[in-house]
């Protein structure tokens, strides 16, 4: 799957574009001295200059972010890529273990392998992000949200809501997800 940015980035640009230019005009007066501002005569022209400041800061965050988000991205696709194939590989095994005349040493080979696959998805389910941060914790911080009891069952400790980040004034886009939604709402085929 591939990851895109550019809808983060065209509203911004064109924003910041349109504030730097204003923003050299007026400092290129101001320097010059073709224009002399002074906070009592030029308010507005002092205004302009902070908030296209402010804005460029803004920007540059929202820059800084949507950057992050698609590496965060990137990650979680690669993530629920080794899951889909854990589940594929899962899906064979019963097929092939459904056979009435499979040896006892046969049947434990497919116990055995199942194990090992229900091992990599939990890994996978603590995997983390570039920062540390759990890929399917939620904004829990939890380090590993999947631990295996001693029962061999799998309880989640993580957080239900996922995080978000920021990436235009009026989009917040998901860093993470809760293990919750990803690996407890399985529904069955059957």
Do not use: C, W
Not at 1 to 26: V, Y
Not at 49 to 71: D, G, H, M, P
Not at 109 to 124: D, G, N, P, W, Y
């Amino acid at each position: 799957m591939t990851i895109s940015t550019d809808r983060f980035f065209n509203n911004n640009s064109e924003l910041f574009n349109k504030l730097n230019s204003e923003l050299k005009s007026l400092q290129a007066q101001a320097g010059s001295g073709n224009a002399e501002i002074k906070l009592g005569k030029n308010i507005n022209d002092v205004a302009k200059l902070n908030a296209a400041e402010e804005k460029k800061s803004e920007i540059n965050q929202f820059l800084n972010n949507a950057k992050r988000v698609q590496t965060d991205l990137e990650i979680l696709d690669v993530a629920l890529e080794r899951v889909q194939n854990l589940l594929i590989r899962l899906q064979e095994l019963a097929v092939e273990s459904a056979n009435d005349v499979l040896l006892p040493e046969e049947r434990a080979r497919f116990s055995s392998e199942v194990a090992m696959i229900k091992s990599e998805l939990v890994e996978v389910g603590n995997q983390k992000d570039n920062f540390g941060n759990s890929l399917f914790g939620g904004i829990s911080g939890t380090d590993k949200p999947f631990e295996v009891g001693s029962n061999g069952h799998v309880k989640y400790n993580g957080s239900s809501l996922a995080k978000e980040i920021q990436v235009t004034s009026g989009l917040a886009v998901k860093q993470n997800f809760s293990g919750i939604d990803v690996f407890d709402n399985v529904k069955s085929s059957q």
